[in-house]
């Protein structure tokens, strides 16, 4: 019997059903197929028994077969002797009165013949509406010729079966009514189609689960209840030095001597981070249960190497210690209404973005120097490298030196075993932020004028020099060019770092700022007091207040105000008064009378006396244009106009 395989145009990428028949189902396979060629390739077999049975093992050996659709006997047959599913075409109610119908026209004197058994439904069906029906069963081939013959010869006319059965009963000179429709091939098909896809993606996950424990560098072993294995990945078998396929099936314990079960097959227990002797090694053991259906069926353990895992922990230590040296702020948070905080801004995107070259952040105590320096580390190309900022007045010379620079083992009493990076190597490739660079001893602003001008480092108490690739952005309150003219700051350093400057303006003088930063910061601080509900009425009060301060602390000053009115308004169980605001504002300054305040006061009047010179320097240079001088000192018109005065 040749088989045909179907001609229409089908899926490229859908599950393949071999729709197999011997008889006259194949004319209805063909029929129907054709209409879910958009969702699965079907391929139709005008095969039976153990031709089909060939044909279905070489394409399931060619992976070529992913479910067969069949009937009646052949159906069975195709069952016992095939591994891949097989979907068997349903006789239905309807489909059993149409043929009963069409046999009615044709003779009174009718036969059923079906497959295996006849069911109760069919008999009560048969007596309810007095349908004289005789009714027979078959197994085999045999079987049915036997039937058939029976039948003739009790005086039936016509027989109602499947395709095996009615050409039989032609052949035997009775007359033949196909039991199946199309209706219940397209259902056959319908299920087939979720079977397969059911199937490919339970196949896929597998693979995708097989191929990710094989390349894990750890090792994975599965286990019974019995305590056999089950599954091996390539990285446990290497540990025990055998192939996994020899491995399946072996005892745990007689291939990984040492490895105990414990209670994760007794008591179900899951068991992470054990450590058990395996094969004269010590290996952190993690064991999970393996469930299906609610019930255990065996155990999962993970093996893994200690070195890789301190590895990988060292690893993870250092990614948290480079996470925490980045920069918090961009230019676009700096709260900037002012004209001059705007110029500000758009001269450090500029500075960012077009250059490398050493950056000078002058401004008063508290301004916002830093977030300043981070807001131009994060627009410029050295974002996605590390920000790491320092205040060179916190540290003794000794400390800072090694803080910088780092040192090297044994460079000093209680040095650590292999040294330590100093900040610069730390910033590598990104922004290191010099805080109160002015406070920075001269021995130090030496070692840092060679880092500028060589672009490398030599550690404390080493020899060999390091390449750096860092971009200095530094910051002061101090006046630099009076501390050259003092001795206290090297010239040569001030003219390295001094090549890019921006100038924050003191909050003072910038009073749209002010509310602007009051309407974001005493919010916050009453939320966080759990009083937000009133926001609005403390602004309200405020702001004159507000307004009115002189702001000697800046921007610290500010936060640490609006704090303090937040603390005020829970101890006052409602919003302090406007008059009470200006009490929370707090005092000026007190200066002391002694010699010692006397001649500190020296460098604010020098600080005074040097901006006077450079405000004249820079509006002759503007030829007298009072805005072109105030954009190139980086202040506000009136500002220059008060400096002037």
């Known amino acids: 019997m040749a088989k045909v395989a179907s001609t229409f145009p089908d899926s490229p990428a859908g599950p393949i059903i071999w729709a197999v028949s011997g008889h006259r189902l194949i004319d209805t396979f063909r029929a129907v197929s054709p209409e879910f060629a958009a969702r699965a390739r079907i391929r139709v077999a005008h095969l039976a028994f153990d031709d089909a049975v060939a044909h279905l093992l070489?394409?399931?050996?060619?992976?070529?077969c992913d479910v067969v659709l069949a009937s009646g006997s052949n159906g069975a047959y195709l069952r016992s002797h095939l591994a891949v599913p097989v979907v068997m075409v349903k006789v239905g109610g309807y489909d059993l009165m149409a043929a009963l119908c069409n046999a009615k026209t044709i003779s009174s004197r009718i036969a059923v013949v079906l497959h295996r058994a006849v069911s109760p439904e069919l008999r009560r069906f048969a007596g309810l509406f007095g349908i004289g029906l005789a009714l027979r069963?078959?197994?085999t081939t045999d079987d049915v010729a036997y039937r058939i013959q029976e039948l003739a010869d009790s005086g039936i006319e016509v027989v109602v079966g499947a395709g095996l059965v009615v050409s039989m009963a032609q052949q035997a000179g009775l007359a033949g009514v196909f039991l199946y429709s199309t209706d219940s091939v397209r259902d056959a098909i319908e299920d087939a189609i979720t079977i397969a896809v059911a199937q490919r993606n339970e196949k896929s996950r597998h693979a995708q689960l097989d191929s990710v424990v094989r390349h894990l560098s750890d090792g994975v072993v599965a286990i019974d209840m019995?305590?056999?294995?089950?599954?091996i990945n390539p990285a446990a078998a290497r540990m025990v030095g055998r192939s996994g396929e020899g491995a399946l099936g072996a005892s745990l314990q007689r291939v990984f001597v040492g490895l105990q079960p414990g209670a994760v097959l007794t008591q179900g227990t899951t068991e992470l981070g054990r450590v058990d002797e395996l094969l004269g090694r010590s290996l952190v053991v993690d064991c999970v249960p393996l469930h299906n259906a609610g019930q255990q069926t065996g155990a999962v353990f993970t093996l893994h190497a200690p070195g890789p895992m301190e590895n990988a922990v060292s690893r993870l230590r250092a990614h948290s210690h480079r996470r925490s040296r980045s920069a918090r702020y961009t230019l676009d948070q700096l709260v900037a209404i002012s004209p001059s905080m705007r110029e500000l801004v758009r001269r450090c995107e500029i500075l960012a973005k077009n250059s490398d070259a050493t950056?000078?952040?002058?401004?008063?105590s508290g301004s916002g120097k830093e977030v300043v320096a981070q807001g131009i580390h994060e627009a410029s190309r050295r974002r996605q490298h590390p920000f790491v900022a320092t205040n060179c007045g916190a540290f003794p010379q000794n400390l800072l030196e090694t803080e910088l620079f780092g040192y090297e083992e044994g460079a000093f009493t209680g040095a650590r075993r292999h040294g330590k990076a100093g900040l610069f190597e730390a910033a590598n490739g990104g922004t290191l932020f010099l805080?109160?660079?002015?406070?920075?001893?001269?021995?130090?602003?030496?070692?840092?004028?060679?880092?500028?001008?060589?672009?490398?480092?030599?550690?404390?108490?080493?020899?060999?020099?390091?390449?750096?690739?860092?971009r200095i952005v530094a910051a002061t309150n101090r006046n630099l060019s009076a501390m050259v003219g003092l001795g206290?700051?090297?010239?040569?350093?001030?003219?390295?770092?001094?090549?890019?400057?921006?100038?924050?303006?003191?909050?003072?003088?910038?009073?749209?700022?002010?509310?602007?930063?009051?309407?974001?910061?005493?919010?916050?601080?009453?939320?966080?007091?759990g009083v937000s509900h009133l926001a609005v009425q403390v602004l309200r009060n405020a702001m004159p207040a507000l307004l009115g301060h002189a702001w000697p602390g800046n921007v610290r000053e500010l936060e640490s105000v609006a704090e303090r009115i937040a603390m005020a308004c829970l101890m006052a169980a409602g919003t302090p008064s406007s008059h009470d605001m200006i009490a929370l504002l707090g005092h000026g300054v007190v200066k002391s009378e002694t010699n010692e305040t006397s001649q500190a006061d020296s460098l604010p009047e020098m600080r005074r006396q040097h901006e006077a010179q450079r405000v004249q320097a820079a509006l002759r240079a503007a030829g007298g244009d009072r805005d072109l001088a105030a954009r190139t000192l980086g202040i506000s018109r009136t500002t220059l106009w008060r400096k002037l005065r």
């Open 359 to 364: 950056v000078l952040i002058q401004g008063e």
């Open 58 to 64: 070489d394409q399931s050996a060619q992976q070529t």
């Open 435 to 470: 805080d109160e660079v002015g406070e920075m001893p001269l021995l130090l602003q030496t070692r840092l004028l060679r880092v500028l001008q060589e672009k490398e480092i030599t550690r404390v108490g080493g020899i060999d020099t390091i390449p750096v690739d860092v």
């Open 137 to 139: 069963s078959y197994e």
């Open 488 to 529: 206290s700051f090297r010239e040569d350093l001030f003219y390295r770092i001094h090549i890019l400057q921006v100038v924050v303006p003191p909050l003072r003088d910038r009073p749209q700022d002010v509310e602007a930063l009051a309407a974001k910061l005493i919010p916050a601080a009453l939320e966080r007091a």
């Open 226 to 231: 019995a305590g056999h294995i089950t599954t």
